[in-house]
């Protein structure tokens, strides 16, 4: 009976040192931030996405994953002002030809893998999920005591968003929206 209480009260404190050393940080969704930029032959356009919701998992202080959910509906364009096509470019990027936000609300953001690289900076390689087609991506994401950021590009042809892309159509001219769009990304938790 000694020794089953003596394993019992080793089990506990093992119990708590996992549960201490393990630590999900919820993201500030209305503090938190994603900046696009999307570039064409004419010029480029700049906004903004917010967060549905989102997470970063630490264990012993070490960044060990995490996912997001992004409101696609909340796109909006932040280099136009109302009356200069700032709402019809916003519509654009929400319908078919790019986001669909009707039928796909949300994209999502899974880290499937994260390096340590440098000190509080991360290789991280997770699976992106826009329109329902999921694929890798991976970037270095720096974290602070209550913040992390990153910038990265993405090819949008991966995801069925071929509008007037010049690798997929021929004799688009200046019309031409090039594949990849940046992004940057500041977290507060």
């Known amino acids: ?6 394993i019992a009260v080793a089990l506990v404190v093992a119990l708590s040192t996992i549960t201490a050393t393990a630590q ?4 500030n969704t209305s503090s938190s931030k994603i900046s696009w930029v999307g570039k064409k032959v004419t010029g480029q356009h700049s906004g903004t996405i917010s967060f549905k919701e989102g997470v970063l998992n630490f264990k012993s202080g070490k960044l060990t994953g995490g996912n ?3 409101d696609m509906n909340s796109v909006e364009v932040t280099d136009l002002k109302a009356g ?3 709402e019809k470019l916003e519509g654009h990027l929400k319908a ?4 669909g936000t009707d039928k796909y609300p949300t994209a999502k953001l899974v880290f499937k893998s994260v390096k340590a690289k440098s000190a509080n900076v ?6 992106l999920t826009i329109k329902n087609i999921t694929k890798p991506v991976t970037f ?3 974290v602070n005591k209550n913040s992390a950021s990153t910038a990265f590009e993405v090819d949008r042809t991966k995801y069925g968003i071929e509008y007037n892309s010049g690798s997929i159509f021929d ?3 200046d019309r031409v929206i090039y594949d990849n769009f940046e992004l940057a990304v500041n977290l507060v938790f």
Request: hydrophobic share 40%.
């Open 140 to 142: 270095d994401l720096t």
């Open 1 to 6: 009976m000694k020794n089953l209480k003596t």
């Open 68 to 70: 997001f959910t992004v």
């Open 171 to 173: 004799g688009l001219g």
């Open 122 to 127: 991360y290789t991280v390689t997770a699976d």
């Open 24 to 27: 999900d940080k919820k993201i």
């Open 84 to 86: 200069e096509g700032k």
């Open 96 to 99: 078919a030809d790019f986001f």
